[in-house]
């Protein structure tokens, strides 16, 4: 008899690193996390099938990153990549033992667990996936073993931008990009940066009051039918904490949040939004705490890798967590089987607690309800090595000794239980207090005005065009400018910007890919465009190539309150 049901939510996302930069900030993040977290979790995937058992995740992949696994040029990057790392540990293997180095024997059998491991990476990804993990993903969405969700085409932070013009378009793109490389439309969505706008009134230029449709008008004019979002949206009152893993650059963040009034509501089953048929699901704080805590959740535990200490000469992770509060140069070696046996107690002790949590709302409300929990992907393999071993044993122990637990994607769960209730969500992120301020303060207030003035000069030059030019050269003019706009609005560099993570480069990356559009757009409007020059831009912002510039023709631009109950004809 079942207790409820579970839904397992990774989010994947990067920003876009092709041709921007190795080490420490550009193309190697992406192999990092295609090392340590993509192609070890497809491993997994593949290993519970071959067992019988489908792992039922919730994959979202944001389109700029689905890109990028998609592209010939990244892919054989990745091969070199590997074959330094493998070239890295090989050098430690004929240096140790070393007697004038302590636990050198140690060091060696660590070494070789390196060499073996990296090896077997390549091997998968060349020989097992055929260089594409795309491909891949697809494959173990047709077998149903995952549900694969999309997002803004390159994550733009959504309530920020000035139209809907170009909120639309990053949805619409980003869905349509999810669809080609998938093979099948998404579903669902993560609202980038989970932030989120309701509605609202303003004045418009005429002096007449109108109404700018809440998020969720986009999404369903996308086809997209449910989103997440974080506990204290949903719930209110006085929150753990919000959490971010800041993807291949940084630590895990707690962030205490302001108390806010409780709203009644918990994160137990999902809701309906009010604007659009849309549903909404709530990240379980609980249950997500447990995961993504580095101090009070299973990643901080002394046995597991440590993720700061690097061998001098190899680069390779030899030590352990040990404890917090260790210095670097004082951290035990890493002991794998250790770690390995704590991921078994870890996945007991989670399986356990959620058909606890599941069973308790059962008997207390009479019931079934819903623990979704959602992760960036980046946090298992990467910063918590081990975290790709947890979620297969967890899926495994589940499947095996707790069936009373329905293990579900987000898709199949709202197919089979519908919301009953709708709700009214607040402004809000993921981000500090809650809000937009990670996104929108003084370090980043002056990119703002830029980002709103390349969306009108979009949406102005593509009005001149709404028939695709004969002129070959023009209409691929058209659609690079197009690629520019989205790639300039990336959430990811005013949020590299406020926390210094790669302070200089997000700027960099912001205003290259700024210069980069308006040169486009002069040499449209001059009527004058250098075929060289274009076709430079487009030998490095490649993404997207099955492009439409016409997906920013402008729209009307908010409604007189009354008469927009559903703005559906805006967009088509």
Not at 378 to 401: R, S
Not at 533 to 546: R, T
Request: glycine share 8%; with cysteine; aromatic share 14%.
């Amino acid at each position: 008899m079942s207790v409820g049901q579970f839904v397992f939510m990774l989010h994947s996302h990067l920003p876009y690193y092709r041709k921007a930069g190795m080490w420490p900030f550009g193309e190697e993040n992406l192999y990092d996390a295609m090392a340590e977290v993509y192609i070890p979790l497809l491993n997994a995937i593949g290993e519970l099938y071959d067992e019988g058992i489908k792992a039922k995740l919730t994959v979202g992949i944001i389109p700029i990153l689905a890109e990028q696994l998609n592209d010939e040029y990244l892919q054989e990057g990745f091969i070199k990549y590997i074959d330094s790392r493998i070239e890295q540990v090989a050098g430690d293997l004929e240096r140790y033992p070393d007697e004038k180095v302590p636990h050198s024997q140690h060091l060696k059998y660590l070494a070789k667990y390196y060499f073996d491991w990296y090896s077997n990476i390549k091997d998968c990804f060349i020989n097992k996936y055929n260089k594409n993990l795309v491909t891949q993903f697809k494959k173990f969405q047709e077998l149903g073993l995952i549900e694969i969700t999309t997002s803004g085409a390159t994550h733009g932070f959504s309530p920020l931008l000035a139209t809907d013009s170009n909120l639309n378009a990053q949805f619409k793109i980003g869905s349509d990009t999810t669809k080609r490389l998938f093979g099948k439309k998404a579903r669902g969505a993560w609202l980038p940066e989970c932030a989120y706008r309701p509605g609202y009134e303003y004045v418009g230029k005429d002096g007449e009051k109108k109404w700018r449709p809440a998020i969720e008008v986009t999404l369903e004019n996308n086809d997209i039918e449910y989103f997440f979002t974080e506990s204290h949206v949903i719930e209110g009152g006085n929150s753990i904490g919000n959490r971010r893993v800041i993807g291949i650059y940084g630590n895990i963040e707690y962030i205490p949040l302001p108390e806010r009034e409780k709203t009644g509501y918990d994160t137990y089953s999902a809701y309906w939004l009010p604007d659009a048929q849309v549903a909404v699901m709530g990240r379980n704080e609980r249950a997500g705490y447990m995961v993504w805590s580095a101090a009070d959740g299973y990643p901080g535990d002394g046995v597991f890798r440590e993720f700061h200490m690097k061998d001098a000469n190899s680069g390779m992770k030899y030590w352990r967590v040990t404890s917090p509060k260790t210095d670097l140069g004082d951290k035990m070696l890493y002991d794998p089987v250790l770690a390995l046996n704590k991921i078994n107690e870890n996945s007991d002790h989670y399986t356990t607690m959620i058909y606890h949590m599941l069973n308790d709302y059962k008997i207390a409300t009479g019931k079934e309800g819903l623990v979704m929990v959602s992760f960036d992907t980046e946090l298992f393999g990467h910063w918590w090595f081990e975290g790709v071993e947890f979620i297969k044993q967890v899926i495994k122990k589940f499947h095996t000794y707790t069936p009373e637990v329905e293990r579900m994607t987000a898709g199949e769960y709202l197919s089979a239980y519908p919301p009953t209730e709708a709700i009214q969500i607040p402004e809000s992120s993921w981000g500090n207090g809650g809000h937009f301020y990670v996104w929108n303060n003084h370090l980043t207030e002056w990119m703002w005005p830029i980002i709103h003035a390349c969306e009108k000069r979009m949406n102005e030059i593509v009005d001149r065009y709404p028939d695709i030019p004969e002129d070959k050269l023009l209409h691929r003019a058209l659609n690079q400018l197009a690629r520019e706009n989205l790639l300039l609005q990336g959430s990811d560099w005013p949020f590299l910007i406020t926390t210094w993570q790669a302070k200089d480069y997000a700027t960099d990356r912001f205003n290259g890919h700024v210069e980069r559009f308006a040169k486009i757009a002069d040499m449209i409007e001059s009527g004058n465009i250098d075929d060289g020059a274009l076709a430079e831009i487009e030998s490095i912002d490649n993404c997207f190539p099955v492009m439409d510039y016409r997906v920013y023709a402008s729209i009307e631009e908010g409604c007189i309150p009354q008469q927009c109950e559903k703005l559906s004809h805006l967009y088509q």
